[in-house]
C-alpha cells in the first residue's frame, strides 16, 4: 500500500508557526507567557533580548545574527544553560532562513549542554524539542516529528506547564496527519479539547479554542474548525483576542468556500450581501446548523473578516482581516466598496514597520490588486480563471502603483536579508512585466528570484518561479528551453506536490489554480501542433499527465503517496495483452494517446475540441443516462465513442497482438463516465458490447499490476434497513439477499449483516482474518469533498434499530491501514455495490480513486451511481462465478457480467448495467 508520509501543507504552515515558537510555545503565544528565565540575572536578559526583539519582529536575519554573536562570546562550560537556550533560538531564526544544516547543528548542540548542565530542567528540555521538532517537521521527517513533539508534551507536563503541553500536542496532530494517521490526529486534537475545558482562565481558554480551530482546519475538519472558534468566540471578551478568533473563522470559511466550490457549487455574488439564512447562523455563531452553500460560506466568511477589522486595534491584524475581504472579493466577483477597501489597507500598511509578515501582506494586497486588472482575467499568475468586470466608478491602483507596492516591498526583504521575502518579491514583480508583455524584464527579475533561492530550501516560491521562467520563455518563441523549465519547476513541485500552497496561511487558492495549469501548459507545449511529436514527446508528455494526476490525488487524501514516476514502464512486463489509453484534456484540444504492449510504441490522435465542449458534451451524457433519453444518450456517447475509444481500436488494428483489454487512464470529466455506456454507431454496439474487457486507472504507478490473485475469501457486509444517520435518511438494500448469493457463491464467505455491520465488528474481522475480498453493501458516497466520502454502517453504540453511522474515507482508510500494518495479506479486491458520486461534483470521482487507492487493495470495484436492487443481485451473482473460474481476469469476469445484465429484457438500459467500474490491477 502506499505509503502516506506527505508534507501535509508544510512550507504554508511555516508562515504560522511565527514568533511563538521561539519561546518553547510552537502554535501561539497566547496560551502563556514567554519561557520562564527566572533562574537568569538582568545580564542574562540583556545578552538575549535584542535577538528576541528582531525575531518577534519577523526580522529572521538580525535575530540571527544577535544570538549567533551572543554563542559566540559564551563559554561552554561557565554558561552552559545560557548557551543551550541562545543556540535554540538561533536554530529558530535560521529555520525561518532556510539554512537547515546550520539549524540543526545549533539545535543538536542546544540539546547536548542542556542534558549535561541541567539535566532536571524539563521546561528547557520541552523548548528545545519544539524546536527541534519544528525542524524536523520542516525537512519532511514527520515520523521524528511526532516522536519529538511528544517528548516535548512529557516534559511540559513534568514541569507543570499544562499550556505547553495543549502545544506540543497541537504540533503533534499536524504531523499525525501528514503521516496519513488522521484518526490518532483527531484524536490527540480531542485531547487538547478535553484540557482546555479544564482550564479555569476564560481568556487562555478562548485563546485555546481558537487555535485548536485553527489546527483542526489545517487537517481538514472544518465543521469541528467551525465549532472550536465559535467556543472560542463565546468565551473572548478581550477586542485584540476576539478580532483574532474572528479572522481565524474567516480563514475556515474560506476553507469551507473552496471545498464547495471544489466540489461544483455556484457562487451568486449578488446574493453574498442578502442571503437570510446567512445573516441568521453569523448572528448566531454557537449555532452548529450547517451553511448550505458556496455563497453562503463567502458571505461568512465575508462577515468574520470584517468583524475581525471592526474590532483590532493592532494594524498587523486589521490589515490582515482587510487584505484577505479584498482577496475574497477577487474570488467571488464582488465588485462594490474596492476603492474605499483598498485605501484602507493601504493606510494600515503604512503603519507597519518592515518584517516577513508586512512584506507579504503588502505582496498579497498587490497580487488581489493585479488580478482585478482587465487584462489579468484569467492570464495572471495564481488569479481565478473568471474575473468580473470592476464597476464604474472604483478607482483602484493601475499596474504602475502596484509594481511600486511590490518593489517596494522587495527593497525592504533586501534590506531584512530575508531571501524567502526577497525572492517571492523579486518574482512577482516579474509576473507584472510578464502580464504588461516586457518579457525581457521579467525574465531577468525571475532569474533575480530563482539565484536569491540558490542557497535555500524553498520548493515552495522556486516551482512558481521556475514555471513563470518556463512560461516567457515560451511567450519568446523558444519552445525546447520552455519544455526544459516546465520540467524543471515540474521536479521541483514534487517535494510538495498536491499542496495547496498560499502566499500566507490566510489566503488559499484552489489547485485547479496554482497547481493544475503547470503540468497542462506542459502537456500543450509537448503536443503542440506545428510538429509531429516523437516517442520521447508522447512519453514525457505521459509522465507529466501521470504526475498531474498524482498531484491531484495526494491533494485529495491530504497525503504523499511516495511514488516514483517513470515514463518508461515495460506494459510488456504485466500484461502483454494490454492497450493503455490516456486521453489528456486541454485547454483547445483533445489529445488521446494509446501505449501498446510488446514493443510499447505510442500513437496520437488529436480532435479540435477544447475543454468547454469536452466537458459540457459528457455532463449531457451523463444527464441523458439519468433521464433515460436515448437519442441524446447515443448522439453524446457516440461523440464521446469517437473522441477516446475509436483512436485505440484503430491502432489495435493494425497490429497482430491479442489484445482484450483497454485500460483508461482518464482526465478530467471523463472520469464521471463509465467507459462502458460509450457508443460505436457504426457497428450498433456500446463497448461493453465489444469483445474486449476495460478497466480504469487514476495513475499506472498506484497499484500493484501483478498477476498472482489471491484465493477468495470474503468479507461481505452490508446494510439492508433503512437507517437514519446524521439528519439524513437512507432507503433500505436488498443487501441480505446480495451477500447470500455471495455466501453461495464463494464457500469461504464472512457475512456482516446489518447490526452486526460496525466500525468496530469491520475492524475486528479485518484485524483478525485473512480475507483477501471486502464486499460492502450498503449506501456510500463519492465526492472531491473527503467529509462527503462514506459508506454507511450501523451505528457501534446504537441503542434503537434505525441509528446509523457515517464512516468516512479517512477512518475507512485507518481501518485498511491497520489491517496492512498488522501485516495481514493485503487485500484482492474492495467493492463497494450500492455508492454513487456526488451529483453536480465534477471530481466526484476523487473520492472512488482515494479510497482505492488508500484501502491497499489491489483492485476496486464500484458503482458510480445506485442502481435497482435487481440489477446488482444479477450481475454480482455473475461477476463471482466468473471470477472463480480459472484465467478470467477481473475485468474479463466484470465484462461478462455486463454483458449478461444488459442482455436481459428488464436491464438493457445503460443506466442499470452502466455504472459499474473496476478501479486498479485488472488481472
Given at each position: 500500500?502506499?505509503n502516506?508520509t506527505?508534507?501535509?501543507?508544510r512550507w ?10 521561539a519561546l518553547?510555545l510552537p502554535l501561539f503565544?497566547a ?5 520562564r528565565?527566572?533562574?537568569q540575572t538582568?545580564t542574562v536578559?540583556?545578552?538575549?533580548q535584542?535577538g528576541l526583539?528582531h ?10 545574527d544577535?544570538?549567533q554573536?551572543v ?8 554558561d552552559?544553560?545560557?548557551r ?12 525561518h532562513l ?6 540543526n ?5 542546544s ?19 519544539n524546536a527541534r521538532?519544528?525542524?524536523e517537521?520542516?525537512?519532511?521527517d ?5 516522536e519529538?513533539?511528544?517528548a516535548a ?5 513534568a514541569?507543570?506547564?499544562?499550556d505547553?503541553?495543549?502545544l ?5 496532530a499536524q504531523a499525525l ?5 488522521s484518526?490518532?490526529?483527531s484524536?490527540?486534537l480531542?485531547?487538547v ?5 479544564a482550564?479555569?482562565d476564560?481568556?487562555?481558554q478562548?485563546a485555546?479554542?481558537?487555535h485548536l ?11 469541528d474548525?467551525?465549532r472550536?472558534?465559535a467556543?472560542?468566540?463565546s ?7 476576539r ?11 474560506s476553507?469551507l468556500?473552496?471545498?464547495a ?5 455556484r457562487l451568486?455574488?449578488?446574493?453574498i ?8 447562523l453569523i448572528?448566531?455563531?454557537?449555532s452548529h446548523e450547517?451553511i ?9 466568511a465575508?462577515t468574520s473578516?470584517r ?7 493592532p ?6 482581516a ?13 465588485r462594490?466598496g ?19 509578515q ?10 488581489s ?15 481565478p ?5 470592476t464597476?464604474?466608478?472604483?478607482r483602484?491602483p ?7 507596492i511590490?518593489a517596494?516591498?522587495a527593497e525592504?526583504a ?5 531571501p524567502?521575502?526577497?525572492a517571492?518579491?523579486l518574482?512577482?514583480?516579474g509576473s ?5 508583455g ?7 527579475l525571475t532569474r533575480?528570484a530563482?539565484?536569491v533561492l540558490?542557497?535555500?530550501?524553498a ?6 518561479w521556475e514555471w ?7 511567450r ?13 519547476a515540474?521536479?521541483?513541485?514534487q517535494?510538495?506536490r ?14 485547479r489554480?496554482?497547481?493544475e ?7 500543450n507545449?509537448?503536443?503542440?501542433s506545428?510538429?509531429q ?8 508528455a505521459?509522465?507529466a499527465?501521470e504526475?498531474?494526476h498524482?498531484a491531484?490525488?495526494?491533494?485529495y487524501l491530504?497525503?504523499e503517496?511516495?511514488v516514483?514516476?517513470?515514463?518508461d514502464?515495460?506494459?510488456?512486463t504485466?500484461?502483454p495483452?494490454?492497450?493503455l489509453v ?11 494517446i494509446?501505449?501498446l ?7 496520437l490522435?488529436t480532435w ?5 465542449e469536452?466537458?459540457?458534451t ?14 441524446r444518450l ?6 464521446a465513442y469517437e ?13 497482430t497482438?491479442?489484445?482484450?483489454t ?13 467507459v462502458?455506456v ?9 463497448v461493453?458490447?465489444k469483445p474486449?474487457?476495460t478497466?480504469?486507472?487514476?495513475g499506472l504507478?498506484?497499484?500493484?499490476l501483478?498477476s498472482d490473485?489471491e484465493?477468495?475469501q470474503v468479507?461481505a457486509?452490508?446494510i ?17 439477499a ?14 456482516l449483516?446489518?447490526e452486526?455491520f ?8 479485518l484485524?483478525t482474518?485473512d ?5 460492502v ?9 473527503p467529509e462527503?466520502t ?7 453504540d446504537a ?13 475507512l482508510d485507518?481501518?485498511l ?9 493485503r ?7 450500492a455508492?454513487q458520486?456526488?451529483f ?6 476523487l473520492?472512488l480513486?482515494?479510497l ?15 442502481v435497482s436492487?435487481?440489477?446488482?443481485l ?13 484465467n ?11 454483458q ?23 488481472r
Amino acid at each position: 500500500m502506499a505509503n502516506c508520509t506527505r508534507r501535509f501543507f508544510r512550507w504554508l504552515l511555516l508562515g504560522l508557526l511565527g514568533a511563538a515558537i521561539a519561546l518553547g510555545l510552537p502554535l501561539f503565544a497566547a496560551l502563556a507567557p514567554p519561557a520562564r528565565v527566572a533562574a537568569q540575572t538582568n545580564t542574562v536578559v540583556a545578552l538575549l533580548q535584542p535577538g528576541l526583539e528582531h525575531y518577534r519582529a519577523q526580522r529572521f536575519s538580525a535575530a540571527a545574527d544577535a544570538w549567533q554573536g551572543v554563542v559566540d562570546t559564551l563559554d561552554k562550560n561557565a554558561d552552559c544553560i545560557l548557551r543551550a537556550r541562545a543556540l535554540r533560538y538561533l536554530s529558530l531564526a535560521r529555520q525561518h532562513l532556510g539554512q537547515w544544516e546550520s539549524a540543526n547543528g545549533a539545535i543538536a548542540e542546544s540539546l547536548d549542554l542542556a542534558g549535561a548542565c541541567a539535566p532536571d530542567d524539563a521546561e528547557l528540555r520541552a523548548q528545545i524539542l519544539n524546536a527541534r521538532g519544528r525542524l524536523e517537521w520542516s525537512r519532511g521527517d514527520d515520523l521524528a516529528a511526532v516522536e519529538t513533539w511528544e517528548a516535548a508534551a512529557r516534559n511540559y507536563l513534568a514541569a507543570d506547564r499544562v499550556d505547553g503541553v495543549q502545544l506540543s500536542k497541537l504540533n503533534q496532530a499536524q504531523a499525525l496527519q501528514a503521516l496519513g494517521l488522521s484518526r490518532e490526529a483527531s484524536r490527540t486534537l480531542e485531547t487538547v479539547a478535553a484540557s482546555l475545558e479544564a482550564t479555569a482562565d476564560s481568556t487562555l481558554q478562548a485563546a485555546g479554542y481558537q487555535h485548536l480551530g485553527a489546527a483542526l482546519r489545517r487537517i481538514g475538519l472544518l465543521q469541528d474548525s467551525e465549532r472550536a472558534l465559535a467556543r472560542a468566540g463565546s468565551l473572548a471578551t478581550e477586542n485584540d483576542l476576539r478580532a483574532r478568533i474572528w479572522l481565524e473563522q474567516g480563514n475556515t470559511y474560506s476553507a469551507l468556500l473552496n471545498r464547495a466550490l471544489a466540489r461544483g457549487d455556484r457562487l451568486d455574488p449578488g446574493a453574498i450581501a442578502s442571503n437570510a439564512v446567512c445573516d441568521r447562523l453569523i448572528a448566531n455563531p454557537n449555532s452548529h446548523e450547517r451553511i448550505p452553500d458556496a455563497t453562503c460560506f463567502a458571505a461568512a466568511a465575508r462577515t468574520s473578516y470584517r468583524e475581525a477589522a471592526r474590532l483590532a486595534s493592532p494594524p498587523n491584524t486589521r490589515a490582515s482581516a482587510r487584505i484577505n475581504i479584498l482577496a475574497l472579493a477577487v474570488r467571488t466577483g464582488e465588485r462594490q466598496g474596492l476603492t474605499e477597501l483598498a485605501n484602507a489597507i493601504a493606510t494600515d500598511l503604512g503603519a507597519l514597520p518592515p518584517s516577513r509578515q508586512s512584506i507579504f501582506a503588502r505582496l498579497n494586497f498587490a497580487q488581489s490588486l493585479t488580478c482585478l486588472l482587465p487584462e489579468a482575467a484569467g492570464s495572471a499568475d495564481f488569479c481565478p480563471s473568471t474575473i468580473a468586470a470592476t464597476p464604474v466608478g472604483e478607482r483602484l491602483p493601475d499596474r504602475r502603483a502596484i509594481a511600486t507596492i511590490v518593489a517596494d516591498a522587495a527593497e525592504d526583504a533586501r534590506l531584512l536579508a530575508d531571501p524567502r521575502a526577497t525572492a517571492f518579491a523579486l518574482g512577482q514583480l516579474g509576473s507584472l512585466y510578464e502580464l504588461n508583455g516586457q518579457l525581457d524584464a521579467a525574465e531577468q527579475l525571475t532569474r533575480d528570484a530563482l539565484l536569491v533561492l540558490a542557497n535555500i530550501q524553498a520548493p515552495d516560491i522556486r516551482y512558481r518561479w521556475e514555471w513563470q521562467l518556463a512560461r516567457i520563455r515560451a511567450r519568446q518563441g523558444q519552445p525546447d528551453d520552455a519544455i526544459a523549465a516546465y520540467q524543471t519547476a515540474v521536479s521541483t513541485l514534487q517535494t510538495v506536490r498536491g499542496d495547496l500552497i498560499a502566499v500566507n496561511p490566510d489566503v488559499q487558492f484552489s489547485f485547479r489554480d496554482n497547481v493544475e495549469p503547470l503540468y497542462r501548459e506542459l502537456v500543450n507545449l509537448l503536443l503542440r501542433s506545428d510538429r509531429q511529436p516523437g516517442q520521447s514527446d508522447l512519453a514525457a508528455a505521459i509522465a507529466a499527465i501521470e504526475a498531474l494526476h498524482l498531484a491531484e490525488l495526494e491533494n485529495y487524501l491530504g497525503c504523499e503517496l511516495g511514488v516514483d514516476l517513470a515514463i518508461d514502464r515495460d506494459l510488456e512486463t504485466f500484461d502483454p495483452r494490454a492497450a493503455l489509453v490516456y486521453p489528456i484534456v486541454l485547454p483547445d484540444r483533445l489529445a488521446v494517446i494509446t501505449q501498446l504492449p510488446k514493443d510499447g510504441s505510442l500513437q496520437l490522435r488529436t480532435w479540435d475540441v477544447g475543454r468547454a465542449e469536452v466537458e459540457q458534451t459528457l455532463q449531457e451524457l451523463r444527464g441523458a443516462l439519468f433521464a433515460r433519453d436515448a437519442s441524446r444518450l447515443l448522439d453524446r456517447a457516440g461523440r464521446a465513442y469517437e473522441w477516446i475509444v475509436a483512436p485505440a481500436e484503430a491502432a489495435i488494428a493494425a497490429r497482430t497482438d491479442n489484445i482484450d483489454t483497454l485500460v483508461f487512464i482518464l482526465d478530467g470529466y471523463f472520469r464521471n463516465i463509465p467507459v462502458g455506456v460509450l457508443y460505436d454507431a457504426r457497428n450498433d454496439q456500446y463497448v461493453v458490447e465489444k469483445p474486449y474487457a476495460t478497466a480504469v486507472l487514476p495513475g499506472l504507478q498506484l497499484f500493484d499490476l501483478g498477476s498472482d490473485r489471491e484465493p477468495l475469501q470474503v468479507l461481505a457486509a452490508g446494510i439492508s434497513r433503512a437507517l437514519e444517520a446524521e439528519n439524513r435518511s437512507f432507503s433500505a438494500l436488498a443487501a441480505d439477499a446480495e451477500l447470500e448469493r455471495i455466501r453461495t457463491s464463494v464457500e469461504d464467505t464472512t457475512v456482516l449483516l446489518d447490526e452486526e455491520f460496525t466500525p468496530a465488528t469491520l475492524q475486528a474481522n479485518l484485524a483478525t482474518s485473512d480475507v483477501s475480498v471486502l464486499h460492502v453493501a450498503t449506501h456510500g458516497s463519492f465526492s472531491s469533498d473527503p467529509e462527503e466520502t462514506f459508506i454507511l454502517t450501523y451505528n457501534d453504540d446504537a441503542s434503537d434499530g434505525n441509528s446509523g453511522r457515517l464512516l468516512r474515507s479517512r477512518e475507512l482508510d485507518g481501518l485498511l491501514r491497520a489491517r496492512v500494518l498488522s501485516e495481514r495479506q493485503r487485500l484482492e479486491l474492495l467493492i463497494l455495490s450500492a455508492c454513487q458520486t456526488a451529483f453536480g461534483d465534477s471530481r466526484a470521482p476523487l473520492g472512488l480513486a482515494g479510497l482505492a487507492v488508500r484501502s491497499g487493495a489491489r483492485s476496486t470495484l464500484a458503482t458510480l451511481w445506485l442502481v435497482s436492487d435487481n440489477s446488482t443481485l444479477a450481475l454480482m451473482e455473475k461477476f463471482y462465478s466468473e471470477l472463480i473460474a480459472a484465467n478470467v481476469s477481473k475485468a474479463e469476469a466484470l465484462h461478462r457480467a455486463q454483458q449478461q445484465l444488459a442482455a436481459r429484457p428488464e436491464s438493457q438500459n445503460p443506466f442499470d448495467w452502466g455504472p459499474y467500474v473496476l478501479v486498479g490491477n485488472w488481472r
